[in-house]
């Protein structure tokens, strides 16, 4: 007797399950919370509904779901599952719903999917699978995906030299591809061969050494986003690294250890806008490097080891945010600002604090940013901040 109780106690404690509301000016969204306890997943949650369009079952505590559970649901676009305890998800249990375009599978615990789980999810545009255990994918996997425009895998534990290059060769549209915070290192070359319309391209924390050959190739000629920071990048030693990547807007290189890049590395980019060296160990700059990168705009260079900087670095491009805080600099060129405007190279904003000033140096660059109505970082010059060195005299001395 005693332990049928037990028995009851435990099913009822395994089904709390969540409660869901209706929102929407056309009622449409289902959104649900959490019962307290675990929960598996089954039919008649949130299955059968006409006219569901979107369902967020965000940290629902569901361990598992069960066959049938997206029964009937012919209108469903979105479903969002992220945020629970989801170890496995069985072959057919994502085979109904066949409208759903956005799948978040983020924050569970996946570490592998059956080949085939996808095959009815041909309408999916976005698939976020950030934040689970997945070591690799079997070849195949994504191949139903042909509209997959935007695939989020980062924070999982991935091995590129483990991916199959072919694993995308079905996934033609695909634009956005997020593999930060796994490793990247020692990827195949030719990983993303099959991709030509892809745009953003994140590689943050992926233990790489190099621009890895993978993330420059010739077919990405689409590319205008490419993220490569927090990795162990020495040096860019070959000019040419990024020749294929006509499109090109914005490349984040910052949080490496680089103290060496190839004057002519950015030459060919003739559509970047912003270059970001962040939180490198640059301690000069070839003076050719930025130049005639005719639609660069923002340069970030704080927390390097720069003692100066040549108004001539900016020629033939169209600066207008330069940041250099958090360097070694004493002073900049004399009329450093105006000079600038005289190679047609109009600052709207300067960040130069903190650095070592030398306060007569700094002074005339004040100066001169307030008579030409460039935004600074004013923050510090609040008189709690000794944001410059007096040296005893008046004028700038500018030797190094
Ligand atoms: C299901 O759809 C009907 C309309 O057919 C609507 O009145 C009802 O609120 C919906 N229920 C849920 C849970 O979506
Ligand atoms: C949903 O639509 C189908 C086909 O139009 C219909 O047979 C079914 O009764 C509808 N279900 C609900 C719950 O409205
Ligand atoms: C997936 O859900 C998480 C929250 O659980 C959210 O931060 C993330 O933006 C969602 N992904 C997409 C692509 O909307
Ligand atoms: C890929 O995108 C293009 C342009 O948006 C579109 O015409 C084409 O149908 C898409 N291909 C697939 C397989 O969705
Ligand atoms: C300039 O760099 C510093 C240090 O990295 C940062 O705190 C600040 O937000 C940056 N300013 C802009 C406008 O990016």
């Avoid at 000629?221 to 006509?246: A, C, G, M």
Wanted: with cysteine.
């Amino acid at each position: 007797m005693g332990r049928w109780w037990i028995l009851i106690g435990l099913v009822t404690y395994v089904n709390a399950q969540p409660s869901c509301k209706i929102y929407g000016t056309s009622k449409t969204i289902v959104s649900c919370k959490p019962g307290d306890s675990d929960y598996v997943l089954v039919r008649g949650l949130i299955s059968d509904n006409n006219t569901t369009t979107k369902i967020i079952l965000r940290g629902c505590r569901i361990t598992n779901v069960e066959y049938e559970s997206f029964e009937n649901l012919p209108a469903l676009k979105h479903l969002d599952l992220s945020q629970n305890s989801i170890r496995f998800l069985q072959l057919g249990t994502l085979d109904e719903a066949l409208a759903v375009m956005h799948l978040n599978l983020s924050f569970n615990m996946l570490s592998q999917f059956p080949l085939g789980l996808f095959d009815q999810k041909t309408k999916l545009t976005t698939l976020d699978l950030t934040g689970n255990k997945i070591v690799s994918f079997e070849l195949g996997i994504f191949d139903p995906l042909r509209r997959l425009k935007s695939l989020y895998l980062s924070s999982n534990s991935l091995v590129g030299k483990d991916l199959n290059p072919y694993l995308f060769d079905q996934n033609p549209n695909l634009s956005i591809l997020d593999f930060s915070r796994n490793d990247m290192s020692q990827s195949p070359d030719n990983l993303l061969h099959a991709l030509y319309n892809l745009e953003t391209l994140n590689l943050d924390r992926t233990l790489l050494n190099v621009v890895p050959k993978f993330a420059t190739s010739s077919n990405l000629k689409s590319l205008k986003h490419l993220i490569l920071s927090t990795n162990q990048i020495k040096r860019i030693d070959d000019p040419t690294v990024f020749i294929n990547l006509d499109s090109l807007k914005v490349l984040d290189l910052s949080k490496n250890n680089l103290d060496f890049i190839h004057e002519n590395t950015f030459k060919t980019l003739r559509n970047l806008v912003g270059i970001i060296l962040r939180s490198n160990q640059i301690t000069t700059l070839p003076e050719t490097l930025f130049q005639n990168v005719p639609k660069l705009i923002n340069i970030e260079l704080s927390d390097n080891q720069l003692e100066t900087i040549t108004v001539a670095s900016f020629k033939g491009t169209s600066l207008k945010n330069l940041n250099l805080s958090d360097n070694k600099i004493k002073f900049l060129p004399k009329n450093f600002c105006l000079e600038l405007q005289n190679i047609d190279v109009t600052l709207a904003k300067l960040y130069f604090l903190p650095n070592p000033w030398e306060c007569a140096c700094m002074n005339e660059l004040v100066n001169e940013i307030k008579n030409m109505n460039i935004l600074y970082d004013g923050d510090d010059f609040d008189g709690e901040h000794q944001v410059c060195v007096v040296r005893d005299k008046f004028i700038c001395d500018r030797t190094l």
